[in-house]
């Protein structure tokens, strides 16, 4: 299952949102008003992972590898690849994608996840993207505050 959303934010540099995404206080930011526990979180290069325990009926793992980062003048991606899933998730992939264009931001998530039941997959989609849904309000707080 797919999603993809664009946040186009005015009157803020590439740098600092590319440097906010660097930081973990963007993480727990984005986090703080949901049943999300950061257990670990080392960054956004190749290698680097976070650990998260989502509630769901329960506190369940949910871990990811960061992959494929690149830092350029004007664009910024780097992949969350999912490496310990909860609910039967079978594979998840987060892309995220900064990339200034001319005047302003642009801020791209493209998620794609699979499930072992595809019932239960289309039952998850609005929880498992919910968390990102909220971010079109979210990074603008944060990085226009």
Known sequence: MKYKQNVKLKNVSFE????????IKLVKFLTQS?????????????GNNAHFKLWFFGWKNFKVEHEA?????????????????PLGIKSWKHQHIVERDNKKIVI???????HSNRFVGYFLYPILIFPIVIRKILYKVYFLK
């Open 16 to 23: 600092k949102v590319s440097s906010g995404f660097h930081d």
């Open 34 to 46: 949901q049943p999300v526990k950061i257990i670990k979180w080392s960054g956004i290069q190749n």
């Open 69 to 85: 980062y690149q830092k350029k003048e004007d664009r910024l991606y780097f992949i969350d690849r999912g490496v310990d899933l």
């Open 108 to 114: 791209k998530d493209i998620v794609n996840y699979s």
